[in-house]
């Protein structure tokens, strides 16, 4: 059986990298395309969209992934439920609270949706061994780093970290973050009760770093990309297994058997 996609974001970065793996894959079919700057330009045989409901109007697509931007993802999110269609989503911005929308979303019209902050194997990985480091070490810190162009802080990845690691313990500290004396914000942002820092300088193209530490020792954990091309497969795999639940679930572990 085909699987029929439709690919918003299908002009940046990642979504031509997806573009010519979903077209190369005998299993996956993209029936539509959006990308507001390349409408009218074509992928394969499909014609690209300026907008998502133009794509969905096209044909009945089993599966939407998102990679455009912070600021419509979650409107694309309601537009492609609404419309029966299980979604996954590469974009990242969106919160907790967003995410508790789309579960109710995704519920409701009875499909699934696929969330991962980073699709990398790698990042997977930095998820998984951090949550064992964090059942071990009572203190720790994220650093996300990304290039200056990039519009979100902080990070996806370093959001699902986060949360993550909420799932198993909160960090502690001698001097709580609320009792800093000189300038708070140097601290970072209080995320799940774990101190997040974004660092945005050109030559980056996505990192995150997890550091533990308790007395007299420390361990840092971290996951970097240097090109969009590993996003391609978790995202594919997410996009083939998407139909198996109903609601949101996050994080690409699971899929891994991590």
């Not at 989503?89 to 579960?103: K, P, V």
């Not at 909160?170 to 101190?195: E, F």
């Not at 660092?199 to 954990?221: C, H, K, M, N, W």
Request: proline residues 3%; neutral net charge.
């Amino acid at each position: 059986m085909t699987l029929k996609l439709c690919l918003a974001g299908a002009t940046g970065h990642v979504g031509q990298e997806l573009a010519k793996a979903i077209l190369a894959a005998p299993d996956l079919e993209l029936v539509s395309a959006v990308g507001r700057r390349g409408a009218g330009m074509c992928i394969g045989q499909v014609s690209v969209d300026a907008t998502l409901a133009a794509a969905l109007a096209r044909g009945k697509a089993d599966v939407v992934i998102d990679y455009t931007h912070p600021d419509v993802v979650k409107r694309h999110v309601q537009e492609a439920v609404t419309a029966g269609c299980h979604v996954v989503i590469g974009t990242s911005g969106l919160s907790d609270a967003d995410y508790g929308h789309i579960d109710s979303w995704a519920r409701a019209a009875g499909v699934g949706v696929f969330a991962a902050g980073n699709f990398s194997v790698t990042a997977a990985l930095l998820q998984h061994f951090a949550a064992i480091a964090a059942k071990q070490m009572g203190y720790w810190e994220i650093l996300d780093y990304a290039n200056d162009a990039k519009p979100d802080a902080p990070s996806g990845t370093a959001r699902e970290l986060a949360y993550v690691l909420a799932q198993v313990a909160k960090p502690t500290w001698a001097v709580p973050v609320a009792r800093s004396k000189g300038m708070q914000q140097a601290r970072g942002a209080t995320l799940n009760g774990s101190q997040l820092h974004s660092v945005r300088v050109p030559g980056y193209y996505s990192a995150v770093q997890a550091i533990f530490g308790d007395v007299g020792e420390r361990v840092e954990l971290r996951h970097e990309s240097t090109s969009y091309a590993p996003y391609v497969a978790g995202t594919l795999l997410a996009a083939r297994n998407v139909h198996t639940f109903t609601g949101l679930k996050r994080g690409l572990g699971p899929l891994l058997m991590l």
